[in-house]
């Protein structure tokens, strides 16, 4: 995996936090031999109140925002990031269906946050598939964007 190694190469600790994934994300990473010398570990913070006690995420955040939104997503990874002592944290924050859809974010809608010392930077996409396919489809966008960060592909890196 070409994360771990540019992890690895610059001693860099990884640490996620999830809600529509539930876990995949972490699991995603984990399943890499070795992946203990860059991965912390990982919050799956599904509820409110565990995006808020376990995370520090701000409760007039969730209320005027939502869970689903640029700035939970953001709060969310600087969160992890902190709690857990790493140098990069990513969230990944959505609505994978087939319920739950709302007129202005509808059922696929996905943020995905990253914090690092360098900045804070968000992502949002809309799914089509099934939940399975919508988490999958998360998980893997937020692979992508560690990449995009590690290989300084964001904004203001």
């Not at 399975?132 to 300084?152: G, M, P, T, W």
Request: overall charge positive; charged content about 20%.
């Amino acid at each position: 995996m070409i994360i771990g190694s540019l992890l690895r190469s610059r001693g860099l600790k990884l640490a996620t936090a999830e809600s529509c994934t539930g876990g995949l994300l972490a699991d995603y990473i984990t399943n890499i031999p070795g992946s203990s010398v860059y991965f912390v570990g990982g919050v799956v913070a599904y509820a409110y109140e565990a995006k808020a006690a376990l995370l520090h995420v701000s409760w007039d955040t969730l209320r005027l925002k939502g869970a689903v939104s640029r700035e939970t997503v953001i709060e969310m990874a600087r969160g992890v990031r902190t709690v857990l002592g790493a140098d990069i944290g990513v969230s990944v924050s959505g609505i994978a269906g087939p319920g739950g859809g709302l007129p202005e974010k509808p059922v696929g809608t996905t943020w995905i946050g990253l914090s690092s010392r360098n900045g804070d930077w968000a992502r949002m996409f809309t799914w089509n598939g099934d939940r399975r396919a919508n988490k999958e489809a998360s998980a893997q966008s937020a692979l992508q964007f560690i990449l995009d960060y590690l290989e300084k592909k964001l904004e203001n890196d």
